[in-house]
């Protein structure tokens, strides 16, 4: 069931395989620092390949294959790559199949993962895809409310910001409309959730889609930040009528739950400024060292199958 499977959206995997992963990545967690004591992945390569730039995902996935004892091979940009010479991407799958036992692939364009397991007979994990999907970013999300405020089910999950582009939200939304929550998209009319997808969602939980936070604030549990992400604009112009127009203040916090926990994938700019960093409900930094348990589960599914 999982021995070589690709992972390419969220919508592949269901509510009990998410959960495998989460049970899984608990496990891991003693060994995501102190690396695993068996190397149950010694004999492995594992390729990232990143066309875009990533600190997080590239580095904990690294971070992650070395824990179980593999080997990383790989870019993080495209400079010293054929990719300069005009290579094309499927030619460049083609060739680092044969170099590598798994390809962890970060494309700016939709779909380029799923083009990649095309031509790849090793599994490829899609590590973001333009403002397409982030499957792997969305476990760890989800393993991240699960450690932090108890079960998903009945919770109220807020996601504000850029809701057009972030793709972090486009996964996550759609994971966690398989669980008994309810959905809060807040956002300027101009980066609304993509109809399409919140269409999908409705189907099965709650929503409502607002401009104002303040006036949800208190009924959030979670609260998912995003960053507007200016490099996905047609036109700058455009990106600076809402650059800064959601800025997460400590009098907003203070008049949310007793257990709200705020989260937000990295990176930021200035939409959570430094000053909420120590307060109990921040989760953010946490949220990301939660990128190496989760992918050395998803790793050692996948390449062990058990
Ligand atoms: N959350 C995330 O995808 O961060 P990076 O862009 O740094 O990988």
Sequence with gaps: MWLNRDIVSIGDLSVDEIMEVIDRANEMLPYASSGHPKSPLANKIVATLF????????????????????KVLGFGSLEATSVAKGETLSDTIRIVNSYSDAIVLRHPSEGAARLASEFADVPVINAGDGAGQHPTQTI???????KESGPVNG???????????????????????LFDVSL???????????????????KRVAVKETKSLDDVISDLDVLYVTRIQKE???????????????VIRPSL???????????????????????????????????????????????????RGE
């Design 51 to 70: 066309y875009e730039p990533s600190t997080r995902t590239r580095l904990s996935f690294e971070s992650a294959a070395m824990r179980l004892g593999a």
């Design 140 to 146: 760890l999300d989800i393993f991240t409310i699960w």
């Design 155 to 177: 919770k109220s999950i807020g996601f504000v910001g850029d809701l057009k582009y972030g793709r972090t939200v486009h996964s996550l939304s759609k994971a966690l409309s």
């Design 184 to 202: 809060y998209f807040i956002s300027p009319d101009e980066l609304k959730i993509p109809k399409h997808i919140k269409k999908d969602i409705e």
């Design 232 to 246: 996905r604009f047609p036109d700058i112009e455009e990106y600076k009528k809402v650059a800064g127009v959601y």
């Design 253 to 303: 916090i203070s008049r949310g739950r007793k257990n709200l926990i705020v989260m937000h994938p990295l990176p930021r700019v200035d939409e959570i400024p430094p000053e909420i960093d120590n307060l109990p409900q921040a989760k953010y930094f946490k949220q990301a060292s939660y990128g190496v348990p989760v992918r050395m589960a998803i790793l050692d599914l996948i390449l």
